[in-house]
């Protein structure tokens, strides 16, 4: 059987990864730092014949990481799949680069770059043993610089320091994994879900999640022949 885990599982995009890829007979490891949240959405699955597990994840957490690595060997030895899609926007967007608080580009910072480091790092061992294993980062073209120059791009009145540029570090970061994994067969891509309707925007985004979740569950499935390396929506590659 194959397994995945999905970080920020309990709500939203994260969630309805889960759905997608439960639905294909997936066991899915639903990481969220909150345990109410957290088994209420594992219920909700298993109501659905899905087989799920909440597994307590903090990706700001070493200790936390390194339960949940342990939780996952101790039960199941492998890894298929992993998407971090645990991320935070840090709020208010609108502040200009000049105005942004250090304290919140620290914090958006240790959930959107350091914490997908260190949960790809701890679940190595996993996913080598788990035979051709995907990982997916989810990203945003928000990160990407090329579009952040681009006069006619709808997102272009958006210039948020803390979130823009730690989605481009993503980016980059899933290009130096997918370098080293290759010879492990493993695939390490970065999903844009796009603008969804979800808690993340205030539910402004116009897409629903279902449609978002997509690429992310698409990512996730590649066979040996798909690529590697690579910065995706659901209508094909973007710029980096």
């Known amino acids: 059987m194959k397994i995945a885990l999905i970080t920020g599982a309990n709500k939203g995009i994260g969630y309805e990864v889960a759905r997608q890829l439960g639905e294909q007979g997936i066991h899915v490891l639903m990481g969220a730092r909150d345990e109410g949240r957290g088994k209420a959405a594992v219920e909700q699955l298993k109501s659905q014949k899905i087989e799920a597990t909440y597994l307590p994840l903090d990706v700001t957490d070493k200790t936390s990481i390194k339960s949940a690595a342990a939780q996952i060997t101790k039960d199941f030895g492998k890894l298929t799949i992993l998407v971090n899609n645990a991320g935070i926007s840090g709020g208010n967007i609108a502040a200009p680069p000049s105005k942004t608080d250090m304290a919140v580009l620290r914090q958006v910072y240790e959930t959107n770059v350091f914490g997908v480091i260190q949960v790809t790092m ?62 492990d067969s493993i695939k390490v891509n970065a999903a844009c879900p796009g603008f969804a309707d979800t808690d993340f925007n205030g539910h402004r985004g116009t897409k629903p999640v279902s449609q978002a979740a997509g690429i992310i569950v698409a990512l996730s499935t590649l066979g040996t022949d798909g690529p590697t390396g690579t910065f995706q929506d659901e209508h094909g590659p973007l710029p980096w």
């Open 122 to 183: 701890a679940m190595l061992p996993l996913l080598r043993a788990g035979d051709q294993a995907r990982i997916v980062n989810v990203s945003s073209s928000l990160g990407s610089v090329t579009l952040a120059l681009d006069p006619h791009d709808p997102f272009y009145g958006i210039n948020s320091l803390q979130y823009q540029s730690s989605k481009a570090a993503l980016n980059a970061i899933t290009v130096e994994f997918a370098k080293e994994l290759g010879s």
